[in-house]
């Protein structure tokens, strides 16, 4: 199940309270996974290319081992998730994909709030550094924009608030893999 939106959206506290408690189920955090790089502290983007092999191949594990994985990330267009979906499927489980709404402007503050409180080599930092760099709620609005075209797909994402329950997005799930 990925779980796209905008950073801030809260994607990946919904992911961690999603797995709670649900035997079987991995929270496919790449962020985290992308801190523990130490490339992430000098070329945060560059850490990204480079924990991409690494999330592909844990993914394509806990689905070929009959697991289930929630995916909270950013992918600005379709064709970035591709490569991912096509693992799912290999490993013979499905694609639900979903995408968390929040308000742009709840979104900055946020990220903002976020990173207020940790290391300035920390994620959280780095993301807003980027946002900032490249025009801060501007961008995010721009990014919003840019989802837009994950409507126009045959099999367009299922829209989430904070207000979805985990149980109506298991129950999701459960329905997309028939």
């Keep these: 199940m990925f779980v796209n939106g905008l950073p801030g959206s809260g994607k990946s506290t919904y992911a961690r309270s999603f797995v709670k408690?649900?035997?079987?189920?991995?929270?496919?955090?790449?962020?985290?996974?992308?801190?523990?790089?130490?490339t992430a502290s000098v070329d945060f983007v560059r850490a990204g290319a480079e924990v991409q092999p690494l999330a592909l191949a844990v993914l394509r594990a806990h689905i070929a081992s009959g697991g289930n994985v929630i995916?909270?990330?950013?992918?600005?267009?379709?064709?970035?998730?591709?490569?991912?979906?096509?693992?799912?499927?290999?490993?013979?489980?499905?694609?639900?994909?979903?995408?968390l709404r929040e308000?742009?402007?709840?979104?900055?503050?946020?990220?903002?709030?976020?990173?207020?409180?940790?290391?300035?080599?920390?994620?959280?930092?780095?993301?807003?550094?980027?946002l900032i760099e490249a025009g801060g709620a501007t961008e995010l609005e721009r990014i919003e924009e840019q989802l837009s075209?994950?409507?126009?797909?045959?099999?367009?994402?299922?829209?989430?608030?904070?207000?979805?329950?985990?149980?109506?997005?298991a129950a999701l799930a459960r329905a997309k893999r028939g």
Excluded: M
């Design 71 to 99: 995916f909270p990330q950013l992918f600005y267009a379709p064709e970035e998730a591709s490569e991912f979906e096509a693992v799912v499927v290999d490993a013979g489980g499905t694609v639900l994909r979903t995408v």
């Design 21 to 38: 408690g649900r035997r079987g189920w991995l929270n496919l955090d790449v962020d985290i996974l992308r801190g523990l790089l130490g």
């Design 103 to 130: 308000e742009v402007g709840e979104c900055w503050r946020r990220v903002e709030k976020r990173a207020q409180h940790v290391p300035t080599e920390s994620v959280e930092s780095r993301i807003l550094q980027l």
């Design 149 to 169: 075209a994950w409507s126009d797909l045959a099999d367009p994402p299922v829209a989430l608030t904070s207000a979805t329950t985990h149980e109506e997005l």
